[in-house]
């Protein structure tokens, strides 16, 4: 064959394999529904594009929300053909055994050798993943415990129970009336014929995804009574009224009729029929007649917000006449005015000591100058008809103040008071200001004790007085001036170290308060003892300690110490003996007035180099062989008979000459 035509031949197969093959891919969707309840069908589409038929693929199924856990897969391993394909697609129809995800992996065509179709060697170029749900019928419950119901309302709480927490539910119900909210499981029925019986039957159903379960009870829904109450009369005092009565509702009915003024029963009447007249009697006064209770024949009390209204008046001759409340009057003289609405009004006194001194424009003057009670009567005459009111007015005295011995200084961090003598009508409500806010306090004796803390200088002022009786007594300048003074530490200086000297300068803080010196030990003269800085001299040998003291006028008294040490002794920590003739010897002053003596001079390695018994300053930095001893430290031991051992070192340090 001519080469030219077997390259022909080998470009065409080429060709058409490449028609089919350059970018196969397949797409899994669904058809349909993908919830069930309890068990159900899907149809599962998958979609092939650019691919040569025949084909074939791999789904695999695992748990809704858990790809990882594979369970199962499903295999088509025979070719679907075109025949197979519906505008390019295959359906699947599958038995729906659970709540599962189905994702397509990989898919095969012709272009694949038959024995090629295996897992793993698929087309990857593939989409989509179907999740069926298969839901459980749930089982709701209803029992509405009280089947026969007086009024307008069926409050499902606690009646129904769903099965399952997470199901959605609503209601229906046979009723003339509507639910506040279908859709909720306490739901409340409300009947539109409020006076009449209806029976209702109730369901309650429960929606787990696509299952839906009911449960059905029934309810007699008897209503409530209501009705009209009408009636209207003058009388005078006391006497009887008619009033006209109609219910609606499930008669015969049971009721009574009350006193709305006093709310006390005046007539209780039972089996009464549709329309009639009724009597009241003894109703006095101005007043309003109404139902105290309704029952129908069910045995259903009737709304209160419909109880059945009506007024019954009464022309009441009788003066209605007040005088107010008791009060308490700060003072002697009182007016009380009296108030009625007709006749003429007359003035006595019906208890305690006290005078009208004057009646007026339906009042009266009363004077009293002995504390307590009195009892003013006031009677009104109406055409012979006549009402009284009594009031009690109790006379009462101001408090009466003298302030007493007070604070004027004290100590910061403490407390100031304020004392003063209060008189008449315990317990008494005292107001004080400090210039910026106001207090108050209550005390039930006297004096008077205000406690403050009081932080920097401050002016106090009492403004008034309240007793028990309401009387109030104000004052204008009443006033309290309060130092604070500072809580301060005494300070006595540093301690101080004399060689030889018995004098010196002691100087003490502050120096602005009252103190003074005195010794704890030692002795000497105190010239100033009650001066913080004072010369003090005659001071003995050895530590002296004193005292300083500061006296504030509030604060607790501060001391301290310092210690003055007067040495005997005094001495250098070095000599040059080197013949120059200037400070050739260790010089110990004060060395002479104790005989009884030693020095005892050691080397850095604690050799005894030089002792003497005593000494009077003849050491001049040899050895005990008289050689000199290299410059350098040296350490020393003076004693003497009765002082303490000196313990220190010297050092020797000889001048350099032109020879060294």
């Not at 970018?23 to 993908?34: C, F, K, Q, R």
């Not at 005046?266 to 139902?291: C, M, P, Q, W, Y």
Request: with cysteine.
């Amino acid at each position: 064959m001519n080469i030219r035509i077997l390259f022909l031949i080998a470009f065409l197969v080429v060709s058409v394999n490449i028609s089919y093959s350059q970018n196969p891919s397949a797409m899994l969707s669904v058809i349909g529904d993908t919830a069930f309840c309890e068990s159900g069908e899907g149809y599962l589409k998958i979609e092939f594009f650019d691919g040569k038929p025949e084909y074939g693929y791999l789904i695999k199924i695992y748990p809704n929300g858990d790809p990882v856990n594979w369970i199962s897969k499903v295999y088509q391993a025979d070719p679907i053909d075109d025949n197979e394909l519906i505008n390019g697609y295959f359906i699947d129809t599958l038995k729906v055994w659970g709540s599962y995800t189905y994702e397509l992996i990989e898919f095969y065509d012709a272009n694949l050798v038959q024995s090629d179709w295996v897992e793993g060697r698929g087309y990857k170029n593939v989409s989509g993943k179907v999740e069926f749900r298969l839901d459980s019928m749930p089982e709701p419950k209803l029992n509405i415990v009280d089947n026969s119901i007086c009024g307008d309302i069926v409050e499902m709480a606690s009646s129904a129970i769903p099965e399952l927490s997470t199901s959605s539910v609503y209601w229906t119900s046979t009723g003339v009336g509507s639910f506040n909210d279908t859709a909720i499981v306490n739901a409340v029925f409300t009947s539109d014929l409020k006076t009449q019986s209806q029976q209702i039957i109730f369901t309650f159903y429960e929606v787990n995804g696509a299952c839906i379960e009911s449960a059905i009870d029934t309810v007699n829904l008897l209503g409530k009574p209501s009705g009209e109450l009408n009636g209207y009369k003058d009388i005078c005092l006391v006497d009887s009224v008619s009033i006209t009565i109609n219910f609606e509702g499930n008669g015969p009915w049971n009721f009574s009729i009350v006193d709305a003024k006093n709310d006390t029963l005046l007539k209780d009447v039972a089996e009464f029929g549709h329309l009639s007249n009724l009597i009241v009697n003894e109703v006095v006064g101005n007043n309003t007649l109404r139902f105290g209770y309704i029952v129908d024949n069910n045995g259903c009390f009737g709304y209160v917000d419909t109880i059945f209204t009506g007024t019954a008046k009464t022309v009441n001759i009788q003066p209605k006449v007040s005088l107010g409340d008791n009060k308490t009057i700060c003072g002697v003289t009182d007016i009380i005015v009296a108030d009625f609405d007709k006749g003429v009004d007359s003035w006595q006194i019906s208890s305690g000591s006290a005078n009208i001194i004057e009646t007026v424009n339906n009042s009266a003057l009363i004077q009293s100058y002995v504390e307590g009670n009195v009892g003013v009567v006031c009677t009104v005459n109406n055409d012979g008809c006549n009402n009284s009111d009594t009031v009690y007015i109790e006379f009462a005295k101001n408090s009466i103040v003298n302030p007493l011995s007070n604070d004027t200084t004290i100590c910061e961090g403490g407390t100031a008071h304020i004392n003063i003598d209060v008189k008449n009508n315990p317990p008494w409500d005292v107001k004080y200001s400090d210039g910026l806010s106001d207090f108050s306090q209550t005390f039930t004796s006297s004096p008077v004790v205000i406690n403050l803390d009081v932080v920097e200088n401050q002016t106090y002022s009492i403004k008034s007085i309240v007793n028990s009786k309401g009387c109030v007594t104000i004052f204008d300048s009443l006033d309290f001036q309060i130092s604070v003074e500072s809580n301060v530490s005494a300070y006595a200086g540093e301690d101080q170290s004399l060689d030889r000297v018995y004098q010196t300068i002691l100087n003490g803080s502050p120096s602005d308060l009252n103190g003074c010196w005195s010794f704890v030990s030692g002795n000497g003269n105190i010239v100033s003892p009650f001066s913080s800085q004072t010369i003090i001299d005659s001071l003995k040998v050895g530590v002296n300690v004193l005292s300083f003291t500061v006296l504030p006028m509030a604060c607790p008294s501060s001391s301290d110490n310092v210690t003055i040490t007067v040495n005997k002794y005094k001495y250098y920590n070095g000599f040059s003996p080197d013949g120059l003739g200037k400070n050739e010897r260790f010089t110990i002053e004060g060395a002479d007035s104790d005989e009884q003596n030693k020095l005892m001079v050691f080397d850095q390695f604690g050799k005894l180099v030089y002792q003497k018994e005593g000494y009077f300053n003849q050491w001049d930095g040899t050895d005990m062989s008289d050689k000199p001893l290299d410059d350098g430290i040296y350490y020393f031991i003076f004693t003497s008979e009765n002082e303490e051992a000196i313990k220190d070192y010297v050092v020797i340090r000889r001048a350099k000459t032109n020879n060294q």
